[in-house]
């Protein structure tokens, strides 16, 4: 509580009903409210309840001190086009990137000069993309960075080349965008900003503001949120239907677990086709173990990679890995094709999993590479 002296206008009216002077009286009151924006108070609340407390500093643009804290830019630091509700959001989709363990790091654990920052940068702008999409925010929720340009290059299904790493850290985010400590915060946010700027958009002017050095006001550029898909699941951008969706088992989703209609748009999920050299995933990370029968034939034909448990057989795993998978490494943020070795001469638990089963999805999910 503060003191605070406000100035009111009294007029004197002559006896003529006229206005003769203005004075002023100063009045002291007490000051025990102050205003915040209501997209600022949203997303102060948001980021306290998933585990960062927001602070104004004019020192930096925004830094994360690894013990809880995220400090923003105060007015002066900050642009016209910025705010401090699109700072927190766009802090909190690198949190998602890079995963819980990350708030105990400085900076989400980025150096911000390093070959990996701009594919990381580049996944939280996919992130921010997917998620400010869903609600029509995209054009309220632009970031200001220097990463813009790739911001604004984004179209269409930001999530379409699996093969690109800053897209597999884009998904594996956004799959933790559903769990604590984001979930429900991160979602009620995005909620209520929807709703909050449905109505202030209404009042945004047709061309540029003047009271805002005739720059266009941000509000201009909310939409409405896009219809969910058919199947209740968020919807898509990709130029596709459910009947031609890598996911569609007949007349089901694998993704939705509901019954489909082929002639349905594409939703958020839709993949047209897969292929295991873009993906490896049930022979890396996504599995722990490989079985092995021991009358196999791969345990005659490649005994240097069976390793006996004792009461059963499994292949060798080199790292997360399959030691028969190969492929697989980043060059220029992309990945190269996988091969299995010993392809022929697979074991049958292998020859039995099936491109586009169930296990294949959660094997994908597992690695990034399936929403």
């Known amino acids: 509580m503060r003191g605070s002296h406000t100035a009111i206008p009294i007029r004197r009216i002559r006896s003529d009903g006229a206005a003769d002077s203005v004075l002023h009286a100063r009045v002291a009151r007490d000051v025990t409210q102050r205003y915040v924006d209501p997209l600022a108070q949203v997303w102060l609340e948001a980021a306290r309840r998933i585990g960062l407390r927001v602070v104004r500093t004019g020192d930096?643009?925004?830094?994360?001190?690894?013990r809880g804290?995220?400090?923003?830019?105060?007015?002066?630091?900050?642009?016209?086009?910025?705010s401090l509700a699109q700072m927190i959001f766009h802090e909190l989709c690198h949190s998602l990137v890079e995963g819980e363990?990350?708030?105990a790091r400085p900076d989400w654990g980025m150096d911000n000069t390093g070959p990996d920052h701009d594919w990381r940068e580049h996944a939280c702008l996919r992130v921010q993309w997917v998620l400010a999409g869903r609600h029509g925010l995209r054009g309220l929720f632009a970031p200001t960075t220097e990463f813009r340009a790739f911001?604004?290059?984004?179209?269409?299904?930001g999530l379409a080349d699996r093969a690109e790493r800053s897209v597999q850290a884009a998904i594996t985010g956004l799959g933790r965008a559903g769990a604590p400590p984001w979930a429900p915060a991160l979602g009620d946010a995005l909620a209520a900003t929807a709703q909050i700027a449905a109505v202030a958009a209404r009042f945004a002017g047709p061309s540029a503001d003047p009271g805002a050095g005739g720059e266009r006001t941000l509000w201009r550029g909310v939409v409405a949120p896009p219809a969910p898909h058919p199947t209740g699941l968020p919807a898509g951008a990709a130029a596709g239907s459910c009947g031609g969706c890598a996911w569609r088992a007949g007349a089901r989703c694998r993704q939705a677990g509901a019954k489909v209609d082929p002639a349905w748009p594409a939703c958020e999920?839709?993949?047209?086709?897969?292929?295991?050299?873009?993906?490896?995933?049930?022979?890396?990370?996504?599995?722990?173990?490989?079985e092995v029968?021991?009358?196999?034939?791969?345990?005659?034909?490649?005994p240097a990679l069976i390793v006996d448990r004792g009461s059963y057989l499994e292949i060798r795993r080199t790292g997360d890995r399959c030691a028969a998978l190969t492929g697989g490494a980043v060059e220029h943020a992309a990945t190269t094709r996988y091969?299995?070795?010993?392809?022929?001469?697979?074991p049958r638990t292998c020859r039995d999993f099936t491109l586009g089963s169930a296990h294949c999805l959660t094997a994908r999910r597992r690695v990034g590479l399936s929403l």
């Open 60 to 66: 930096a643009y925004a830094v994360t001190d690894g």
């Open 69 to 82: 804290e995220l400090a923003i830019g105060d007015d002066a630091t900050l642009d016209a086009d910025d």
């Open 101 to 103: 363990a990350a708030f």
């Open 151 to 157: 911001w604004d290059r984004l179209a269409g299904d």
């Open 269 to 290: 999920r839709f993949e047209a086709a897969l292929d295991c050299q873009t993906c490896g995933a049930c022979c890396r990370a996504a599995y722990h173990s490989v």
């Open 293 to 302: 029968a021991r009358r196999d034939p791969v345990v005659k034909a490649h």
């Open 339 to 346: 091969h299995c070795a010993i392809y022929d001469d697979r």
